[in-house]
């Protein structure tokens, strides 16, 4: 039996529907969109650029829980009836962000099937992929964890092809999304140079043979 596919929400559609009420802003790289604490009223969906998720302890220390592609749906908290934002949304690359009112956005995924499917089906990938993040934190090495995260931003394994290109971000930032020291990522990605896994002239490429430091026991 065949697998059925979901089929792709298509944002210009999204767009053009009547009456449907959204805002499309333009962020800048390192631009916060919304931080720890604001209000959480609406809805967001990140039409082209990255964001990255952080939380902030109340000691101070910082910890990356999500990078963001295009594609991807974030702030959809406000749906369960979550007050606050738990997080910090700041775009990584020059991005664009359609947001929907949270009334807008319910009404939406009641009366437009393909996009509560779309929407659904990204749920449930996405608690896949926390849960594949934890296993990965719990019995993976740093350097495993690593060459995971770069695949990762390079959308390896999604439906569309892989963009291999992935958005420059300082390896501070690498290092906080994969638990490590800013030094043993350092060392990895020169690593990663050598064996031409990854190549850095002034872009970010990922080749797939990266996959092979992931597989690997």
């Known amino acids: 039996m065949g697998v059925k596919t979901v089929p792709s ?3 210009q559609a999204f767009l053009d529907s009547a009456g449907v009420a959204r805002t499309i802003v333009e962020y800048q790289r390192a631009e916060v969109i919304f931080s720890q604490g604001d209000a959480c009223e609406n809805v967001m969906y990140l039409q ?3 964001v990255k ?7 101070g220390k910082e ?3 999500a990078i963001l592609g295009p594609g991807d749906f974030f702030g959809e908290g ?13 775009a990584i690359t020059p991005s664009a962000v359609l947001v929907v009112e949270k009334d807008t956005m319910l009404r939406l995924l009641h009366r437009q099937h393909a996009l509560s499917d779309r929407f659904i089906s990204y749920m449930l990938t996405r608690n896949i992929r926390i849960e594949a993040d934890l296993i ?3 019995f993976n090495s740093s350097e495993k964890r690593l060459a995971r995260a770069l695949l990762l931003l390079a959308r390896y394994g999604q439906q569309d ?9 300082s390896q501070k930032t690498l290092a906080e999304m994969v638990g490590t020291t800013r030094s043993r990522v350092n060392f990895f990605m020169n690593k990663f140079k050598r064996l031409g896994f990854i190549e850095d002239n002034g872009e970010l490429k990922i080749n797939a043979s ?4 992931v597989l690997h026991e």
Do not use: E, H, W, Y
């Not at 998720?53 to 000691?59: A, D, G, I």
């Not at 749906?79 to 949304?89: D, E, F, N, S, Y």
């Not at 092809?161 to 971000?169: G, N």
């Not at 990266?210 to 430091?213: A, G, K, R, Y």
């Open 78 to 90: 406000c749906l369960a009836g979550q007050p606050v934002r738990i997080a910090t949304a700041t």
């Open 210 to 213: 990266l996959l092979s430091v």
């Open 53 to 59: 998720l952080s939380v902030l302890s109340k000691l």
């Open 161 to 169: 092809a892989p963009q291999r290109v992935v958005p420059k971000m």
């Open 136 to 138: 990965d934190q719990l």
């Open 48 to 50: 082209k650029g990255g």
């Open 63 to 65: 910890a990356v829980v």
């Open 9 to 11: 929400f298509n944002v």
